[in-house]
């Protein structure tokens, strides 16, 4: 996974869990990379992200998901400081959800050819829910849940995101039923 993803979740840590929190998660965690010394350009394995959010499960008493689910607000967040172009040509939820896939991992792919992104497919049927496909070989649907979230208050709106379908559970892709309130 790419370093500013590390990045954000050392401040997210900070952020959350208090400014002593990331050593003592770093302590007890085994990772890749001395004292975590992440790079804005670097690539790190994956397990270094799962060890350190077992660390912080552990030192916060918070299920897993949990702590994946606020990432993921905190992460949507940090995006739309840092790439604001991104969220200003959307104009509400559905339609940057619909770019993220389309656009928005399509540029990350192409700034870093080895990142490796999830598929977020939304489905905007005329009677129900709009739905939101997420797959990934990380299974990271807690996070997805989060930026869907994320998502729902940058653009000033409130509603719900329901997971009605789980990789967790053998599907072959998560499905999040999204409601906006009007
Ligand atoms: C401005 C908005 C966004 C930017 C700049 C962005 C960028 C990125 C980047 C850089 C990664 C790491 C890829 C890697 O290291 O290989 C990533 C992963 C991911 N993105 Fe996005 N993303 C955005 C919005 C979203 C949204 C709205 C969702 C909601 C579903 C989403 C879902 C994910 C998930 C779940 C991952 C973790 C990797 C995985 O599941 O395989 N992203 N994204």
């Not at 002593?20 to 397990?47: C, H, K, N």
């Not at 660390?55 to 604001?84: D, K, N, T, W």
């Not at 977020?120 to 829910?129: F, M, S």
């Amino acid at each position: 996974m790419l370093g500013p993803i590390f990045q954000n979740f050392e401040a997210f840590v900070t952020d959350s869990l208090g400014e002593d929190a990331w050593e003592e998660v770093i302590l007890r965690s085994e990772l890749s990379e001395p004292d975590a010394a992440y790079s804005s350009l670097g690539m790190y394995p994956d397990s270094d992200l799962s060890a350190l959010l077992n660390a912080s499960v552990e030192i916060s008493g918070l299920e897993a998901s949990v702590l994946l689910e606020r990432f993921g607000i905190f992460l949507l967040m940090r995006f739309s400081e840092r790439f604001p172009a991104y969220f200003e040509s959307s104009d509400g939820v559905i339609s940057f959800l619909t770019s993220v896939d389309r656009h928005i991992h399509v540029q990350v792919r192409k700034l870093y050819p080895e990142a490796v992104t999830p598929s977020v497919l939304v489905q905007h049927p005329p009677d129900g829910p709009v739905i939101i496909a997420y797959s990934s070989e990380r299974k990271l649907c807690a996070l997805a849940r989060g930026m869907i979230k994320g998502a729902i208050d940058y653009y000033n709106r409130s509603g719900s995101v329901e997971e009605v379908q789980c990789m967790h559970n053998g599907a072959d892709q998560c499905l999040f039923e999204l409601r906006l309130d009007s």
